[in-house]
T-cell receptor, first 114, second 110 residues
Framework: NAGVTQTPKFQVLKTGQSMTLQCAQD?????MYWYRQDPGMGLRLIYY???????DKGEVPNGYNVSRLNKREFSLRLESAAPSQTSVYFC?????????????FGPGTRLTVL | EDQVTQSPEALRLQEGESSSLNCSYT??????LFWYRQDPGKGPEFLFT???AGEEKEKERLKATLTKKESFLHITAPKPEDSATYLC???????????FGRGTSLIVHP
């Protein structure tokens, strides 16, 4: 099993450009998440999907959109990138929507917006 | 609102020098407390889940404990390969969305 995979690994954008970060998991998990990680700020939740067909905003959703394409895939889109979106983005998945359950993280996408 | 505070922010140890990392939390109805390890340039990797006060879990040189207000990650006789950032997270009430602390950066010198 590959676990959680993310593409691309690195990306440089100019202000105003758009891009989509891709995430896929092969663990048959119901829930998926997008986080950003900035120095001194820890992990902050952008959007999550409790199950296929549902998405909800997290702590910092402004400037982002998501799509839960199917049970395996959850993408994050930046419509008009800004320098404040320079960060490391992690996708994660967990088995079920209810109850405490551990998350499994992808390797991250390092995004720089110039 | 759930709050998670980890201390210290950074910790330097000599190989073999045991120590503990702290995770203090404020939640309404703890559902689970999680410890993760994050190596530089990689995503967090799950270590432990603790559910109730008094619970303990061990894995190699790591032992996690839980009280009603905090959790400790004890590292016994650490090795350089234990160097990483250790993250703590909690879920509470009816939510399965975790709140993460900012982590403790551990460096173990040979």
């Amino acid at each position: 099993n590959a676990g959680v995979t993310q593409t691309p690994k690195f990306q440089v954008l100019k202000t105003g450009q758009s891009m989509t970060l891709q995430c896929a998991q092969d663990m048959n998990h119901n829930s998926m998440y997008w986080y950003r990680q900035d120095p001194g700020m820890g992990l902050r939740l952008i959007y999550y999907s409790a199950s296929e067909g549902t998405t909800d905003k997290g702590e910092v959703p402004n400037g982002y959109n998501v799509s839960r394409l199917n049970k395996r895939e959850f993408s994050l889109r930046l419509e008009s990138a800004a320098p404040s979106q320079t960060s490391v983005y992690f996708c994660a998945s967990s088995e079920r929507a209810g109850g405490p359950n551990e998350q499994f993280f992808g390797p991250g996408t390092r995004l720089t917006v110039l | 609102e759930d709050q998670v505070t980890q201390s210290p922010e950074a910790l330097r140890l000599q190989e073999g020098e045991s120590s503990s990392l702290n995770c203090s939390y404020t939640v309404s109805g703890l559902r689970g407390l999680f410890w993760y390890r994050q190596d530089p340039g990689k995503g967090p990797e799950f270590l432990f889940t603790l559910y109730s006060a008094g619970e303990e879990k061990e894995k190699e040189r790591l032992k996690a404990t839980l009280t009603k207000k905090e959790s400790f990650l004890h590292i016994t006789a650490p090795k350089p390969e234990d160097s990483a950032t250790y993250l703590c997270a909690v879920t509470s009430g009816g939510s399965y969305i975790p709140t993460f602390g900012r982590g403790t950066s551990l460096i173990v010198h040979p």
